[in-house]
């Protein structure tokens, strides 16, 4: 158990639609990752949070976006979603500064499906 | 920008053969390298880490890695594996130039076949 949490596991919605994946990071660690596990892309870095502030971007869509609150929760929500959009979407949480780089201990990650 | 490489993408050991996957990444400075697993259905796992000093680096459940700079490479090595060592096995990087993201390979299925 890496200690990081998310739900839901699974998310069966449909195209145009919107949904909120939530993470929650191991106790004490201040900085939240999200990525995109998918069968062409890879593994793909989306945006990393800091103590609540936004701290570096990576391929994330302008249809996405994503928030850390103050209890260092983390949501990530993708809204007018296509098929394309279907993945497996990890969160990871390092207690290393707001550099990043650190290491990363990962969700078991939400499988989204857009039909 | 940094970029990491997986050249194999699926690879078939019998249980006991000796393992190694190739990664190669591209940056020119300073880098930290990883090598993460994931078993069928569960999260990514830290296998091991380099980050300074002697280049070969060990890890957990016998893997080791070597970090050759003037190659770009920090190989993945295991004497002789396990039918449990099946998982996907990613390489990662992060460089000083690259807001210390990691960026990860592609990624290696490896099946070991009892």
């Known amino acids: ?115 | 920008a940094q970029s990491v490489s997986q050249h194999n993408h699926h690879v078939i050991l019998s249980e006991a053969a000796s393992l190694e996957l190739g990664c190669n990444y591209s940056y020119g400075g300073t880098v930290n390298l990883f090598w993460y697993v994931q078993y069928p259905g569960q999260h990514l796992q830290l296998l091991l880490k380099y980050f300074s000093g002697d280049p070969l680096v060990k890890g957990i459940k016998g893997f080791e890695a070597e970090f050759i700079k003037s190659k770009f490479s920090f190989n993945l090595r295991k004497p002789s594996v396990q039918w449990s060592d099946t998982a996907e096995y990613f390489c990662a990087v992060v460089s000083s130039g690259s807001a210390r993201q990691l960026t990860f390979g592609s990624g290696t299925q490896l099946t070991v076949l009892p």
């Open chain 1, 1 to 115: 158990d890496s200690g990081v949490t998310q739900t839901p596991k699974h998310l069966i919605t449909a195209t145009g639609q919107r949904v909120t994946l939530r993470c929650s990071p191991r106790s004490g660690d201040l900085s939240v990752y999200w990525y995109q596990q998918s069968l062409d892309q890879g593994l793909q870095f989306l945006i990393q949070y800091y103590n609540g502030e936004e701290r570096a971007k990576g391929n994330i869509l302008e249809r996405f976006s994503a928030q850390q609150f103050p209890d260092l929760h983390s949501e990530l929500n993708l809204s007018s979603l296509e098929l394309g959009d279907s993945a497996l979407y990890f969160c990871a949480s390092s207690d290393g500064g707001p550099g990043g780089g650190q290491n990363l201990h990962f969700g078991n990650g939400t499988r989204l499906t857009v039909t």
